[in-house]
């Protein structure tokens, strides 16, 4: 971009503006790629030093090939155990997927019904968005000491994952009510359908691929919380405290072990969920008429 | 008339179950917070007399003054570069690559890394930037240093490094969004009006855009402001901001002193919105 | 045995005073309607006119602010759609995406919970009745225009309504199936007797279709009637400038006398029957029309309204030839040949022009 605005006042004199359009195109192609190397680049670094041997240390060059990091890591002794984390994790995700899905559908749909407060609504649940997880998580840790309340992975944790999924929930939801066309509704209303029918047979079929979206988006976001649940979870962390506590102790290859076992696994669920979209819009475009 | 009727009951109690969850859950906290950094006397406790003097103690400090204007300063940096890098893409992917199929390849390799975890991408660039980190061999490769750098890992550089990895797809996707939205029409009405490529992504483009950039330096000006994470793995204890204040006065049991840097940190993300906001109309931009 | 009650005409729909309101833009302000049985009725007017809103309060889709909706005799005015003996065509069809033919077609049956075999056997007659049988498995997107509107319509038949709401129903359809489906639809009304009001802002569709026409303009009915006689008597102003082929001239009244009332217009004097209506004041405002093809060239003696214009352009429409002529005044004034008669007026010429008083139609 820069090298373009350089090269601008000679380019317009000289050259054709194809010329420059592709030249253009070239230098924001390279600040592409090279940024998608850049961000590829340290996963796939930690990736490869997984792999490495017994006595591997944490960076280049590696010391052998092995999975001992990985073996390591299923039979972990009592200090860095990951897997209770981890199952803790992989519960409060499912928890908090499961009521961001519940809320924010009702809470979309409800502003579809342009209730008198409905702006401000709006903007009390954007506010989640915002509102940064180390202030949340502060903030709620001194209402449960206010309260007398001992924090908890599940309890505790789990409200507060939810006011951080919930957002982003609603938000998608209202994106995909945007695209609805409630005459598909109003054409079940008058077929005799009541609301509740015309709501269950008509909208929520259409809209479950949004609901899906949100779905994902609640485990996800509350799988890799950190910030909320450092001041939550009490005594018994989750999966990214474990493994920030790991840290801080030594950093050793089964970091990158553990690191890489949950990306792939985020990777394995955006295939299936792209996968299963994809056999959705199949669906209803239906096969092709012969 | 749809599912729900406007201004009935139902929409009511339907609004009121995530009402409540972000009051209880994200409000009344933040309201207590600003309590709390009132709170005066020796002891922590609600009864002692309401006061300034934990700002005031905070404040005067030299060194903690400097903290904020370092915090937002490294804000603001992080901020230029993700911009202008993540438009260059934005502009590149939706504008330039003409072949659906390379979109969507190109896309997703950007999209992707988003959906994994934050604190691993950060702790991914340790092995990246170190001494022997892959960055350090490929330029000792490329003969372009002599000896590895050391600055790379535990400075404020591989930090600033790891951050608009971490935060470029904050500013670029607003714009992406923005960008998809201009119909294709628009810059051929403005060809055929004589105007010259540049004048139209000027004229045209960049002011239809203007939301998306906005909307996206509000996304990273919060981000990199509350950002404590890439500061401790990928910064090691040389390196602070207001995040990690936050987290040592916490550490140490100093709940009033936290709960001030805290509502410091509020009280300028709020301006920075503020701000965004009287520049764009965030609802509008939902369409 | 008593004799059987007198044969009462039993109406499909009711409307009295229809009123309803958005914030401060009124919708449909005092609009009244009756629906004798099995009639056709055409719902005519420009887009914001009030037509769709009151065909959704018909519906139940919108509640009206006051007025009472009456169908088949039963107040209805406050139940919900799903409680109404109507059905409805929308007017992209609004077919259930992830649904097969067969199943959105079956759907209004299976809300009256039918049981299983019945919708079967009912939904193998219709799709029969409206040859789509063969399209039974498949989803919406697969279908075409043509396809999707005899799915639609299907689905709304089958629940043999009272009444059939059709919103724009063909304006989604290719141009050159729409006489086709205009046909078939009006066909398929007489056959059924069922009424269906048809919302439109055609009014070739209005007039080919409709047993009754209701011209609406600015949340009111501006008038109602036989489409001959909307044609050849529009009420008002707006009616006779909305119908194609109207010439309106504007002017003040000036006495009336053996059932005439001279009109003082800037191009002369002229006199339009009354018909039975009481004369305006002398000095009030008034407009009358009069039809492009009703006008005469050179006039002979007998024909009392004239008055000369100039020619400005000269159009073609294959059936027939229009003349833009202006008057003095400035006012711009239709003249229609049909036929294939020579060309007598070109560009240019200043002629002659009149018509017979009788085809002066005074409005309201």
């Known amino acids: ?88 994790s992989f519960l409060l995700a499912l928890g908090c997927s499961a009521t961001t899905v519940v809320l924010s559908v009702s809470a979309a749909q409800a502003m579809r019904g342009r209730f008198l407060g ?85 909208t929520w079929p259409i809209i479950l691929p949004g609901v899906i979206g949100t779905a994902l988006f609640g485990f996800s976001l509350s799988y890799d919380e950190y910030a909320r649940t450092l001041f939550t979870a009490g005594s018994d962390g989750t999966l990214p405290l474990a493994i920030m506590a790991q840290l801080d102790r030594q950093l050793t290859p089964e970091l990158y072990a553990i690191g890489t076992v949950t990306t792939v696994m985020s990777l394995v669920a955006i295939f299936l969920c792209t996968f299963a979209f994809w056999l959705r819009s199949r669906a209803l475009r239906g096969r092709p008429t012969p | 008339m749809s599912s ?141 240093i002599e000896r590895p750098i050391q600055a790379f890992l535990y400075s404020r550089l591989g930090v600033s490094m790891a951050q608009v990895s971490l935060y470029t797809l904050l500013a670029s996707g607003p714009v992406v969004y923005m960008l998809n939205s201009i119909p294709p029409a628009l810059r051929e009405a403005a060809m055929t009006l004589k105007a010259t490529p540049f004048t139209v992504f000027r004229r045209i483009i960049l002011p239809l855009t203007l939301p998306g950039i906005v909307i996206g330096q509000v996304l990273v000006f919060l981000n990199v402001l509350a950002d404590f994470i890439t500061v401790t793995t990928v910064g090691g204890n040389k390196l602070a901001f207001l995040g990690n204040l936050i987290l040592l006065f916490y550490e140490g049991s100093q709940i009033r002193a936290t709960a001030v840097v805290s509502v410091l940190l509020m009280a300028v993300m709020l301006a920075g919105v503020a701000v965004a906001l009287r520049i764009v109309d965030i609802r509008k931009v939902g369409g | 045995m008593a004799a059987p009650p007198p ?51 018909v519906a139940g889709l919108e509640e009206p602010d006051a007025g009472d909706i009456l169908i088949g005799g039963r107040e209805v005015t406050r139940d919900p759609p799903w409680e109404r003996d109507i059905a409805m065509m929308f007017q992209d069809f609004a077919l259930f995406p992830h649904m097969s033919v067969a199943k959105q077609v079956g759907f209004g049956l299976e809300m009256q919970k039918k049981p299983r075999a019945e919708i079967a056997r009912r939904v193998g007659e219709v799709l029969t009745a409206f040859e789509i049988d ?62 269906f009001i048809w919302v439109t802002h055609d009014q070739n569709e209005a007039f080919s279709l409709g047993d009754l026409v209701v011209v609406m303009n600015h949340a009111r009915i501006e008038q109602q009637g036989k489409p001959e006689e909307v044609l050849s008597r529009p009420r008002t102003a707006f009616v006779a400038g909305f119908i194609q082929g109207n010439n309106i001239l504007r002017g003040k009244a000036a006495g009336a006398e053996a059932g005439l009332l001279r009109v003082d217009a800037p191009d002369g004097l002229f006199s339009v029957p009354l018909r039975g209506r009481p004369a305006p004041p002398r000095g009030s405002e008034v407009s009358f029309s009069v039809r492009a093809e009703r006008l005469l060239e050179s006039p002979g003696p007998e024909i009392g309204n004239r008055l000369s214009l100039r020619c400005n352009v000269v159009e073609y429409f294959g059936a027939y030839r229009r003349h833009v002529l202006e008057a003095k005044s400035g006012a711009l004034v239709k003249y229609d040949q049909f036929g294939a008669l020579p060309q007598s007026v070109s560009p240019g010429h200043l002629v002659s022009f009149g018509w017979k008083t009788e085809d002066g139609v005074l409005h309201a």
Not at chain 1, 9 to 25: D, F, G, I, N, V
Not at chain 1, 187 to 193: I, P, V, Y
Not at chain 2, 74 to 92: E, K, S
Not at chain 3, 9 to 29: C, M, S
């Open chain 1, 118 to 202: 409905s702006g401000a609504y709006f903007y009390l649940l954007l506010l989640g968005l915002m509102a940064p997880g180390i202030l949340v998580g502060f903030g709620f840790a001194i209402l449960t000491r206010l309260l007398g309340i001992e924090g908890a992975w599940n309890t505790t944790a789990y409200v507060v994952h939810v006011s951080w999924a919930l957002p982003f929930g609603f938000m998608t939801m209202l994106a995909v009510f945007n695209r609805f066309d409630p005459r598909l509704e109003e054409a079940a209303l008058t077929l005799g359908a009541n609301r509740i029918t015309a709501f269950r047979r008509i």
């Open chain 3, 7 to 57: 044969a009462l005409p039993q109406l499909d729909l009711e409307l009295r005073n229809i009123r309803k309101r958005y914030g401060g833009y009124t919708a449909v302000d005092g609009v009244s309607l009756q629906v004798p049985k099995g009639q056709f009725v055409c719902l005519l007017g420009p887009s914001g006119c009030g037509k769709t809103t009151t065909l959704r309060c």
């Open chain 3, 134 to 195: 063969h399209l039974a498995e498949r989803r919406p997107a697969q279908l075409s225009g043509g396809q999707k509107q005899r799915v639609a319509l299907a689905r709304a038949m089958i629940t043999e309504p009272r009444i059939l709401l059709l919103d724009e129903p063909i304006g989604a359809l290719d141009y050159s199936l729409r006489e086709t489906v205009m046909l078939e639809l009006k066909s398929l009304q007489r056959r059924s007797g069922i009424s």
């Open chain 2, 4 to 144: 729900i009727r406007p201004r009935s009951a139902a929409a009511y109690w339907l609004a009121i179950p995530a009402g409540l969850w972000m009051l209880a859950a994200v409000v009344l906290p933040t309201l207590l917070i600003l309590w709390v950094s009132l709170w005066g006397g020796q002891s922590v406790s609600p009864h002692n007399p309401i006061t300034f003097d934990n700002y005031t103690r905070f404040l005067s400090n030299a060194n903690y003054r400097w903290l904020i204007l370092e915090t937002l300063g490294q804000t603001a940096m992080i901020m230029g570069i993700t911009g202008v890098l993540g438009y260059c893409i934005a502009y590149f992917l939706t504008v330039k690559v003409t072949s659906p199929a390379w979109r969507t390849a190109l896309f997703l390799a950007f999209v992707i890394p988003f959906w994994t975890s934050t604190l691993i991408r950060a702790i991914a660039f340790v092995p990246f930037l170190g001494v022997n980190g892959l960055l350090n061999q490929a330029l000792l490769a490329l003969g372009l």
């Open chain 1, 1 to 88: 971009m820069l090298g373009a605005r350089g090269q601008r006042p000679r380019a317009r004199l000289t050259m054709h503006w194809k010329t420059r359009s592709r030249l253009t195109s070239w230098l924001l192609g390279a600040v592409t790629i090279g940024f998608l190397l850049f961000q590829w680049l340290p996963m796939f670094t930690m990736f490869l030093l997984s792999f490495a041997g017994e006595n591997g240390g944490t960076t280049f060059p590696m010391n052998g090939v092995s999975l001992h990091w990985y073996r390591k890591l299923w039979d972990a002794d009592l200090f860095d155990d990951f897997k209770p984390p981890m199952l803790r």
